[in-house]
């Protein structure tokens, strides 16, 4: 999908269907030349630049009417793409939108890939690949504090932390260099304690991006929740109670629940998902057994579990059968029904209690404790990005790489501590040095770049 510089591309830049207003987007050297052939203005004969014109456009073989429409003119490089932009302001008709689009793509255009506008932005050095990716982030944003994250990146805040990693990689290789260059001069042990301890704090902040952004991450992907345990201890009825709706059927019959239900709210900013599954028991019908085995799946996938259990009632002696599903799971035992006589006891509860992250009790039928539930699921969620001013979004792709420039600044900090030749030493630190420039996009072949930019939406 790389440019090769001539052609000249056209979509919709606002979401399909019906509306008062669309925009269309044009970008290349010829997309001042396509308007000019379809678009009068109305009051005046020429467009300036940067300016909302009010005109029509018009079809230039018939001269037929097409719509009363905006017309805004951007000049390179002082436009989205860096390229020379038009933007059609028209009525959101989709038959006005369809038309327009074939008449540009008969005077010239062709109809824009998904994320193709960004992906030119990028080439012609407007955007960075952060900025660029940021751009996909916010437009998916699901939550304020997704959108603000996402917004702070397209600002360049994590552009501005990986140059200062890069940085002090670049120290490094120049104090190894000058080693290597002058092989000669005695720089002392002052000069290796420097070095070692430029090492340290590059090695700091890649890990503190790793850890921080990837935990902020959650604020755009979200969080899925499911709530699992034996039938009929009410998961359908906090399902309900979470949701503050009655979104799941509540009956008193064990096995109500055949397969997952699945509903989005906001949680302190975290698009939080909360699943309802199958009652997880052994002595089920066919039907049920496929609800269960669903359940399972969705409990090994799961970022958090709420695992339920009915304090009205004895422990079930087949409830043990669930801990096989429960092992190297993050769940929070909620004890339900609190509103009842309780019989459930503490040695019942014990190995689940042991095995569980936190302990909260509940009356899903009253809502008592659900309020200190939503604190023990935000707690476990987001312990690590309540501040603003510190979150990054570092995605997988940011991962993978920041991950392989500090091993590779490791292996390097080692070797230069072991006395191994700096020759040696800088295989390692230019290895550092190429991952970390292939997050902003210094370094990134094509497929990469298919990759991500696929992911955006036609029109941007």
């Known amino acids: 999908m790389l440019l090769d510089g001539t052609d000249t591309i056209a979509a919709r830049a606002t979401p399909p269907g019906e509306g008062a207003i669309a925009i269309l987007r044009l970008s290349g050297q010829m997309a001042h030349t396509i308007v000019g052939q379809c678009f009068r203005p109305r009051y005046q004969s020429d467009v300036k630049y940067n300016y909302m014109t009010l005109g029509e456009i018009f079809d230039p073989a018939d001269g037929s009417f097409i719509d009363e429409v905006f017309c805004v003119l951007f000049q390179k490089p002082h436009s989205y793409t860096g390229e020379d932009v038009v933007e059609i302001h028209c009525h959101g008709s989709p038959v006005i939108i369809s038309r327009s689009l074939e008449l540009f793509c008969r005077l ?4 824009a890939e998904p994320g193709e506008f960004t992906l030119r932005a990028f080439l012609n050095s407007r955007l960075d690949l952060t900025r660029a990716e940021a751009v996909c982030d916010l437009i998916r944003s699901r939550t304020d504090k997704g959108a603000r994250l996402a917004l702070r990146q397209l ?6 932390k990986i ?3 890069k940085q002090k990689i670049i120290a490094i290789s120049a104090e190894l260099e000058a080693r290597l260059d002058f092989p000669g001069e005695d720089v002392g042990e002052e000069n290796r304690t420097d070095i070692i301890r430029t090492f340290e704090n590059a090695l700091q902040e890649i890990i503190a991006l790793i850890e921080k952004g990837s935990r902020s991450r959650i604020f755009l992907d979200g969080a899925r929740i499911v709530i699992a345990g034996p039938p009929n201890v009410g998961k359908s009825s906090l399902f309900n109670a979470l949701l503050r709706i009655d979104r799941a059927i509540v009956t008193p019959h064990p096995g109500t629940t055949r397969d997952t239900i699945e509903a989005t ?9 909360y699943v309802d599954s199958a009652g997880l028991r052994e002595d089920a019908g066919e039907v049920e057994i496929l609800g269960i085995e669903r ?7 799961a970022d958090l579990v709420l695992f339920l259990l ?8 087949d409830v043990t059968h669930i801990f096989d599903y429960l092992k190297n799971i993050c769940f929070i035992l909620v004890l339900n029904k609190i509103d009842l006589p309780e019989c459930l006891s503490q040695d019942d509860i014990r190995d689940f209690s042991e095995m569980a992250s936190k302990c909260v009790k509940v009356s899903a039928l009253t809502n008592k404790g ?12 987001l312990h690590d990005t309540s501040g603003d001013e510190n979150a990054l979004v570092v995605n997988e792709r940011h991962l993978a790489l920041l991950e392989g420039a500090r091993n590779a600044l490791t292996a390097a900090r080692d070797a230069f501590q072991r006395h191994i030749s700096d020759e040696m030493v800088m295989i390692d630190v230019r290895e550092a040095h190429r991952l970390i420039a292939r997050i902003t996009g210094e370094e990134v072949d094509e497929e990469v770049l298919d990759l991500i930019f696929s992911k955006f939406c036609i029109g941007k």
């Open 310 to 317: 009915d304090t009205s009632k004895p422990l079930a002696p």
């Open 265 to 273: 709210i906001d949680l302190k900013g975290c698009p939080a998902t």
């Open 108 to 111: 010239g255009a062709r109809l």
């Open 155 to 160: 600002q360049g805040s994590l552009l501005e």
């Open 295 to 301: 359940a399972k799946t969705e409990i090994s996938c």
């Open 370 to 381: 659900i309020d200190n539930l939503e604190e023990a699921i935000a707690d476990f969620l």
């Open 163 to 165: 140059n200062g990693v």
